[in-house]
């Protein structure tokens, strides 16, 4: 396991060197965050967001993300030169040392929440998520707490009709051949391809959501076997799904050596599918945190690991989910989990 943890670029409130400091920490997940979708990132960049990293004793050895066009997930003829500049990237990273690319296939929105700063008993704030109220908005006007809005409604109502079309058939056969284009490039690199579930696993707004199951992952490798396609372990994201069974599923694709990185978070459950984030531990939560790191060990794996989002906790008024101290408190909490599985496995 190599312990690493989100950094969004210079920008960040958070430092380079509050990350070295956080016990056993390898590296940082990061990107270019200024090139337009679907652009080339200029070789520069790349060496230039490498080099900060270097000098502050962390390896870049994860990007999160290299982001999909959504032509490509519609299929549209310009597919194939977004295609051809998304394997460009790959070659360029791994060019620069890079070993795993996280990357989603969810349609125009990304993860969806409807509270980012709900106050918790103990006077933290987290991310919650309640479905009717996201349910009853009209995604052509959204406005929703940290949604970009980086479209115009113009745009966003022509690319919701250009999604008309598309069902979950589509999406997947345009999944496919998007990593069929960029597959060979992974290959000359050695970069893993890490698809990143959908953020809540379910459709939204009737735009078909295709990375939601156990039975969605197994129909992914089963079409592309490549070993460098593998998949972004997100405990919160597919535990919102309360039909997921975490356990078996972690240890199945690690077995399979189909986890090059794996996000791990806690999240309670509410109603039938609301529910509110918290501290990674286990009795913090719903999900059995200990047995999904149990489990990955005992698959055999190896790969990069995240704490994910955190609470905003003494007074840090960092970006939601992503202040330094909470996930450094995550972190810690699974380096100890990962300490005491691996040895309680060498011993018996
Ligand atoms: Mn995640």
Known sequence: MKMTFRWYGESDPVTLSHI?????MSGVVTAVYDVPVGQVWPRERIAALRALCQNAGLAMEVIESVPVHEDIKLGRPTRDLYIQNYAENIRRLG???VRCVCYNFMPVFDWLRTDLHEKTEDGANVL????QTLASLDPAHLSLPGWDESYTPDQLS???????????RELFDNLVYFLRGVLPACNEVGIDMAIHPDDPPWDMFGLPRILS?????????AALPDPHNGLTFCTGSLGAGRDNHLLRMAEKYARAGRIPFAH????????????????????AGSLDIFGIVRALVRGGFDGYVRPDHGRNIWGEDGKPGYGLYDRALGATYLNGLFEAVQYYEREN
Do not use: K, M, V
């Open 20 to 24: 070295r400091q956080i016990p056993n």
């Open 128 to 131: 919650a998520y309640e479905h």
């Open 264 to 283: 791990i978070r806690q999240i309670r459950y509410r109603g039938e599918r609301d529910f509110a984030e918290c501290g990674h531990l286990t009795a």
């Open 213 to 221: 199951s156990e039975e969605d992952i197994d129909r992914l490798f």
């Open 95 to 97: 060019e620069a040392g």
């Open 158 to 168: 022509g690319l919701l009709a250009a999604y008309r079309g598309i069902g979950h």
